[in-house]
């Protein structure tokens, strides 16, 4: 059973920044997908950036303010958020799913274990 547990929430000001974690229990998978959404109050979830096991990446056109990365000895994926905007305010989700595509998908349809969320607030 994979738990994804994610930190690193708050609020910040305009222009700022602020890094998002989420750290893995799996099992020895080799391949897989991880990804960060967000939901604002209101709004669909959407898709922030993914990364696979070979350290592809895809992100979504409205976030080039952002990168994902991984470590994977630690089994934690991050995500860094410069030059942040109030409309980046909502709930980060980490994503996983085993099965993984090029790129890999920014769709939450495609993934299917999904941590508890934190709260990103830019003012």
């Known amino acids: 059973h994979v738990q994804l547990v994610e930190s690193g929430g708050g609020s910040v000001q305009a222009g700022g920044s602020l890094s998002v974690s989420c750290t893995v229990s799996?099992?020895?998978?080799?391949?897989?997908?991880m990804a960060w959404f967000r939901q604002a109050p209101g709004k669909e979830r959407e898709g922030v950036a993914a990364?696979?096991?070979?350290?592809?990446t895809a992100y979504a056109d409205s976030t080039g303010r952002f990168t994902i990365s991984q470590d994977k000895a630690k089994n934690t994926l991050f995500l860094q958020m410069n030059s942040l905007k109030p409309e980046d305010t909502a709930m980060y989700y980490c994503?996983?799913?085993?099965?993984?595509?090029?790129?890999?998908?920014?769709?939450?349809?495609?993934?299917?274990?999904w941590g508890q969320g934190t709260q990103v607030t830019v003012s």
């Open positions: 990364i696979d096991s070979r350290g592809g």
């Open positions: 994503a996983a799913h085993f099965v993984c595509f090029r790129p890999p998908p920014l769709h939450p349809s495609h993934y299917n274990a």
């Open positions: 799996r099992g020895t998978y080799s391949t897989y997908c």
